[in-house]
């Protein structure tokens, strides 16, 4: 006869990011019953994802399904919505259908990321695109094509076809600039040798509401990027801030309208609707504090990690750096605890950061180094291959990178 077993601590899981992906990677399966609910079935490598909206890799190289990725798990695909920590369930909307259900848990994992932040600026919901999931991806690369199509229309008065070839991004942060860069690479490759008419018309405008871009980089990398992007004649317009958005223009601080086909919005981070219905404990930014095991404040069995949250005291940047630290960190801890072993506090190891800037060429803010140029191109391609997290997105995308150097991007439009 079988020996009887406890039942396992219900341990669930909320999010497929960085974050909830690391942990579900390093937990000992056997000690807990893992439920995982996500408003996606798949885990997204965002540092890729400026790339895949102009097609230099595609959607599918840089995400992991969760299903096969966490074999062994319950999951569900939906938003969670509403917490009880007194009676200890969780209450999720299908993003399938508009059901909702309640899962109940012994030990809670908040994990649901950020949502970007239109700081209530009036129209920026309504006509602006944002760069979040690979759905956000898709649509950018969708509406580039279309302004390219659009603007080859016959008939086209002058001015239109220049508002439709004029790119706008707001938010001078890595994604923008990142975003910036694929885009003018595009242009220069794609554009160039399929749209060869509309060349002259095609303009890029970097706008920051802080007086120089890339605030989180060294200033020496901040100063090569904004001259970098002169050089291929992008815009920047740092110290300036967008006051209104309309469907075809943005109009700024100082009364001047910027007429666009395309605008993209990357300007920091706000709690997404899941974080902001939960009644815990929050930082002005909205951000769920934990203590340095990442404890929920006044909780014994609910956590928070990676972008929603904050560690009372620290102010980690919101990056997969730190949601992935995090991850590893409670995996260990959990298979520590289920063993009635201590665990150490969470401490954060900095390894600097990358950015891609156009032209093939990046940059690097590391603690030993301050790279710029083609080498640290290398260095950055290197590094994001090796982060990538199974051997099926390593090979797309090291075969969606030669497709793109041999073949050059797809512009299909459907
Ligand atoms: C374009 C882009 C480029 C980036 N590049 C870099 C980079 O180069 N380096 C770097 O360090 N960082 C980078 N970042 C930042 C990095 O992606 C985030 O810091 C990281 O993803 C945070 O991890 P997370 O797990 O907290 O949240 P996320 O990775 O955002 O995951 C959140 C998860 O929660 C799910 N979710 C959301 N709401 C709910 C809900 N209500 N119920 C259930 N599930 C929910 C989502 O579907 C998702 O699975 C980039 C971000 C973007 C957008």
């Known amino acids: 006869m079988e020996p009887l077993r406890p039942a396992k601590p219900k341990l669930v899981i909320l999010g497929t990011g960085f974050a909830g992906f690391s942990l579900l990677k390093k937990l000992d399966q056997k000690l807990y019953d893992v439920t995982v609910i996500s408003s996606r079935n798949h885990f997204l490598f965002t540092p890729l994802l400026p790339s895949s909206t102009v097609g230099t890799v ?46 109940a848990y012994d030990i809670l994992v908040i994990a649901v990321g950020a949502k970007v932040n239109t700081f209530n600026i009036p129209g920026v919901a309504e006509n602006a695109l944002f760069l979040k999931s690979a759905e956000d991806a898709r649509k950018i690369r969708r509406r580039t094509i279309e302004c390219f199509e ?17 790119f706008a991004v707001v938010g ?42 890339l605030g989180a980089f060294d200033k020496s990398l901040s100063d090569y990027t904004t001259k970098h992007f002169q050089r291929q004649n992008i815009n920047v317009r ?47 930014a909205s951000r769920i504090l934990v203590d340095e095991t990442l404890k929920v404040q006044g909780q014994d069995s609910v956590y928070a990690m990676g972008d929603c949250s904050c560690v009372v005291g620290k102010n980690h940047p919101a990056t997969a750096q730190v949601a992935m630290q995090q991850g590893d960190y409670l995996a260990k801890a959990f298979n520590r605890l289920a063993k009635g072993r201590a665990v150490s506090p969470f401490k954060y190891n900095h390894h600097g950061m990358l950015a891609y800037v156009g032209d093939d060429a990046a940059i690097a803010d590391l603690s030993v180094i301050k790279g710029k140029g083609r080498t640290t191109y290398l260095l950055w ?12 997105n390593k090979i797309l995308v090291l075969f969606d990178w030669l497709k793109t150097g041999l073949f050059g991007r797809d512009i299909s439009r459907f």
Not at 173 to 192: C, I, N, Q, S, Y
Not at 381 to 392: F, G, H, I, M, P
């Open 238 to 284: 740092t110290g300036i801030r967008t006051v209104r958005l309309e469907k075809d223009k943005a109009v700024l601080n100082d009364g001047s309208e910027i007429p666009f086909g395309m605008v993209v919005w990357s300007t920091g981070l706000g709690p997404t609707i899941a974080v902001g219905n939960f009644n815990l404990p929050k930082d002005k």
């Open 150 to 166: 659009q603007a080859s229309e016959p008939g086209l008065s002058p001015e239109k076809r220049r508002q439709l070839l004029h």
């Open 58 to 103: 595609e959607f599918r190289s840089i995400i992991e399904p969760i299903r096969r990725a966490c074999k062994g798990i319950r999951f569900f695909q939906g938003s969670a919505r509403e917490l009880d920590t007194e009676g200890k369930w969780v209450r999720f909307v299908s993003t399938l259908g508009q059901e909702s259900f309640d899962v």
């Open 381 to 392: 391609r290197s590094a994001y291959l090796t982060r990538l997290v199974s051997w099926k």
């Open 172 to 213: 001078g942060g890595p994604t923008g600039v990142e975003f910036a860069a694929e885009l003018h690479d595009f242009v220069m490759k794609e554009v160039r040798a399929c749209y060869p008419h509309l060349m002259e018309d095609v303009s890029i405008t970097l706008v920051d509401a802080a007086d120089h871009i």
